[in-house]
């Protein structure tokens, strides 16, 4: 695929999801189909969509993403789960903002992803930025996946669409770290969720 071809597309993805945001909010579905903003591989029960194809994803590809078959989401299916807000002060202006999104652990939920607490999930941003953590902490933290900042929807070049966040300020081990310190685990432009197979 060509380069500029490539960067169209984006673009065109970016102007065609917008709106979803004001539409309404349909079913929740386990697993929407395309257009896709976030892929949710691993050990997951429900499934969309079949293996990483190198020619067609070179994104994940290029980040040495693997899977045989994975869960998919599209804006409507991430926006008709049930949102919470929260309002943490953010590194990058040290200001509080409000962010609202459904629980992460509610996402891979849907997508059929193991119960147990120790299962490991990698979250990875379109820059390549990857973390590990659990489903353990994943709850305890109340990761959302926020949709929306301060009323808005979060741009594709911006921290956006998706953002993998917790209010920091109410958890006590974290609020007593430095700001630039307490969202190491929070990938802005989340696109790609990994499920540990253990």
């Not at 200001?95 to 849907?110: C, D, F, R």
């Not at 432009?189 to 197979?197: E, P």
């Amino acid at each position: 695929m060509k380069k500029r071809q490539f960067l169209t597309s984006a673009a065109a993805l970016g102007v065609s999801v917008a709106p979803a945001f004001g539409a309404t909010r349909a079913k929740p579905s386990a697993c929407a189909s395309a257009p896709a903003i976030l892929t949710v591989s691993g050990a997951v029960k429900h499934t969309n969509r079949g293996a990483l194809d190198p020619a067609f994803d070179p994104l994940m590809a290029k980040q040495l993403v693997k899977f045989a078959s994975a869960c998919t989401f599209d804006y409507p299916s991430i926006a008709s789960l049930p949102a919470v807000t929260i309002r943490p002060t953010i590194e990058y202006d040290a200001k509080p903002h409000t962010l609202s999104g459904p629980l992460l652990a509610n996402v891979l939920e849907q997508a059929g992803a193991p119960g147990a607490g120790d299962t490991k999930i990698s979250l990875r941003a379109v820059d390549g930025y990857a973390v590990l953590t659990t489903l353990d902490n994943i709850r305890a933290w109340r990761f959302i996946v926020a949709t929306q900042m301060d009323g808005k929807p979060m741009p594709l070049g911006g921290l956006g669409p998706l953002w993998a966040i917790y209010d920091a300020d109410r958890i006590p081990e974290l609020a007593a770290k430095p700001l630039k310190d307490r969202f190491v685990l929070c990938p802005w432009g989340l696109y790609q969720i990994q499920v540990s197979d253990a």
